[in-house]
């Protein structure tokens, strides 16, 4: 147990960081492009045309469809946080630990998946202003979100597997 205590401890100190850097990062150029730099949406941009006026919903719906990944993703941080917390004291084979395994894995997935989905729509929305129209949905994918919607799914699994082999483990305790 106390090598558990130890190592849960390491894993917080270096997830601290994590959880101000990751939003700080995802965010910083999202909000330049959207709000803060008004003239980088149209500058030096293949999907933008330089005339376009782009208008504030429009901004405002791009920077939306990326911050929901961030969001998801922040909340995995969190939520493997407290898996940490509830290791770090002495908390191992516990129904919490199997939710939150759970719950991490489908905010990882999620915030993956929905990475994918901005950078999908994110040529449409940008050039919604464009003099000839906007430019259609593409297949986008990075081969980081798609590991990390597979690692969500084994969370999820490994969640799903650990409140069960509880639940059995339970129920034999009762036999006996």
Known sequence: MHRI?????LAMIILVP??????????????ELSFLDWGKWTRND?????????ALPTRIVFFT????????????????FSILWLLRNGT???VRIATRLKWMGGLIFG??????????????????HNPDGPLPLRFWYESTNIGMTFCG???????????EA???ARENEEFV
């Open 18 to 31: 994590m959880l101000v850097y990751y939003p700080y990062e995802a965010l910083s150029w999202n909000l």
């Open 46 to 54: 293949n999907w933008v045309h330089p005339d376009a006026e782009i």
């Open 166 to 168: 509880i639940r059995i």
């Open 111 to 128: 915030s993956s998946t929905a990475a994918l989905v901005a950078g999908a729509v994110s040529p449409m929305v940008r050039s919604w």
């Open 65 to 80: 469809v990326w911050l929901i990944p961030t969001v998801l993703g922040w909340l995995a941080y969190a939520t493997g």
């Open 153 to 163: 799914l084994g969370f999820l699994f490994l969640g799903i597997v650990m409140h």
């Open 5 to 9: 205590r130890n190592l849960s401890t």
């Open 92 to 94: 191992v084979f516990d």
